[in-house]
T-cell receptor, first 114, second 112 residues
Framework: EAEVAQSPRYKITEKSQAVAFWCDPISGHATLYWYRQILGQGPELLVQFQDESVVDDSQLPKDRFSAERLKGVDSTLKIQPAELGDSAMYLC????????????FGPGTRLTVL | KQEVTQIPAALSVPEGENLVLNCSFTDSAIYNLQWFRQDPGKGLTSLLLIQSSQREQTSGRLNASLDKSSGRSTLYIAASQPGDSATYLCAVFTGTASKLTFGTGTRLQVTL
């Protein structure tokens, strides 16, 4: 069964360091999403791609966060420098098309910033 | 701005009971509503997707209903089992924002 892959599963870093997360969506899915989930809350959208183009990054803290999907397949989310408040689960999801809005989620990356 | 509320925040039931989880949303102009399951420290597993034109969806022991006009959805779990213990999240896809908005979830524990 096709799944969304993410790595690493866990990341511990010190504040001011740089971190990067990787996501490989389900093959053939054009739309890719990055969410952040703080403990005890629902996920919140950070950035949405349609193929290699950013559709929505209105909630992405652009002073420290960046995201890319250069070939329209896998994607990288980067934080530099990391802050204590960035500790959260980072979830990647994909959907077949922009209009086909059933989203499938990966296992997530748990980030702890010390 | 779309807001999604889930009640109760936590629920503990003995094995075998039928139970209902509630979800409400403020903007009825939605494309669909999706129910997810999340185990501790894990990603989200999609359980049911209800399109805005549908009233309900069923999968095994799960039944989800949608009343778009009143901004409500329920997830019914029949004959609960300890393996159903998890957090259940509902999310609505709002066309104007073109994104999923999540509730904060209901943490379910099914005891032996």
């Amino acid at each position: 069964e096709a799944e969304v892959a993410q790595s690493p599963r866990y990341k511990i870093t010190e504040k001011s360091q740089a971190v990067a997360f990787w996501c490989d969506p389900i093959s053939g899915h054009a739309t890719l999403y990055w969410y952040r989930q703080i403990l005890g809350q629902g996920p919140e959208l950070l950035v949405q791609f349609q193929d290699e183009s950013v559709v929505d990054d209105s909630q992405l803290p652009k002073d420290r966060f960046s995201a890319e999907r250069l070939k329209g397949v896998d994607s990288t989310l980067k934080i530099q420098p990391a802050e204590l408040g960035d500790s959260a689960m980072y979830l990647c999801a994909s959907s077949l098309t922009y209009a086909d809005n059933e989203q499938f989620f990966g296992p997530g990356t748990r980030l702890t910033v010390l | 701005k779309q807001e999604v509320t889930q009640i109760p925040a936590a629920l503990s039931v003995p094995e075998g009971e039928n139970l209902v989880l509630n979800c409400s949303f403020t903007d009825s102009a939605i494309y669909n509503l999706q129910w997810f399951r999340q185990d501790p420290g894990k990603g989200l597993t999609s359980l049911l997707l209800i399109q805005s034109s549908q009233r309900e969806q069923t999968s095994g022991r799960l039944n989800a209903s949608l009343d778009k006009s009143s901004g409500r959805s329920t997830l019914y779990i029949a004959a609960s089992q300890p393996g159903d213990s998890a957090t259940y999240l509902c999310a609505v896809f709002t066309g104007t924002a073109s994104k999923l908005t999540f509730g904060t979830g209901t943490r379910l524990q099914v005891t032996l």
